[in-house]
T-cell receptor, first 115, second 114 residues
Framework: KAGVTQTPRYLIKTRGQQVTLSCSPI?????VSWYQQTPGQGLQFLFE???????NKGNFPGRFSGRQFSNSRSEMNVSTLELGDSALYLC??????????????FGPGTRLTVL | AQTVTQSQPEMSVQEAETVTLSCTYD???????LFWYKQPPSRQMILVIR??????QNATENRFSVNFQKAAKSFSLKISDSQLGDTAMYFC???????????FGKGTRLHILP
């Protein structure tokens, strides 16, 4: 099976712009979650989607949003970019949400740089 | 709130040696999952090993094994016969059952020396 894919791999934006990142989970996986990784804060949970519904959300401002499509692909959007949004954004997929505690498999990440 | 603590920011060992990475966590939950993830320089996060809290037997995956002490809330990772390819950042992580939010520790940077 193909692994989790994320596009684009690298992105450079300027402050105030918005950005959309995409994640395609492993075939058959219905849960997709997003994490932000920075040197200062480490890995932080953004949100999780299962069957097109957001089931869990981390402590991030409303500028961070996401959605999931019927084919389980997910996108996250960051509006009004700030310098502090520069980070590696990781997407993870698992077979099913919550009840089985399915192991999560991560994509290669999208490196976002905000200038 | 759950927390995960990795007290060793960085470690170095010689190739073929055995190394143990420490992790402690804090939770009031009884059922949960613990993970060790590896992030090499490529930044790809790779699942190394997984432990269900209700299982007393320690998980093993080839050269990787854990020492899970539930009462002490300790979850260490042992890497036997270390290889150069084991060089990476290792993250200890916690997840409640019926939740999908993984809580990560700050990581331990492991260097395997030739």
């Amino acid at each position: 099976k193909a692994g989790v894919t994320q596009t684009p791999r690298y992105l450079i934006k300027t402050r105030g712009q918005q950005v959309t990142l995409s994640c395609s989970p492993i075939s058959g996986h219905r849960s997709v979650s997003w994490y932000q990784q920075t040197p200062g804060q480490g890995l932080q949970f953004l949100f999780e989607y299962f069957s097109e519904t957001q089931r869990n959300k981390g402590n991030f401002p409303g500028r961070f949003s996401g959605r999931q499509f019927s084919n389980s692909r997910s996108e996250m959007n960051v509006s009004t970019l700030e310098l502090g949004d520069s980070a590696l954004y990781l997407c993870a997929s698992s077979h099913q949400s919550s009840t089985s505690g399915g192991s999560k498999f991560f994509g290669p990440g999208t490196r976002l740089t905000v200038l | 709130a759950q927390t995960v603590t990795q007290s060793q920011p960085e470690m170095s060992v010689q190739e073929a040696e055995t190394v143990t990475l420490s992790c402690t966590y804090d939770t009031s939950e009884n059922n949960y999952y613990l993970f060790w993830y590896k992030q090499p320089p490529s930044r790809q996060m790779i699942l190394v090993i997984r432990q269900e809290a209700y299982k007393q037997q320690n998980a093993t995956e080839n050269r990787f094994s854990v020492n899970f002490q539930k009462a002490a809330k300790s979850f260490s990772l042992k890497i036997s016969d270390s290889q150069l390819g084991d060089t990476a950042m290792y993250f200890c992580a916690f997840m409640k059952v019926r939740d999908d939010k993984i809580i990560f520790g700050k990581g331990t940077r492991l260097h395997i020396l030739p």
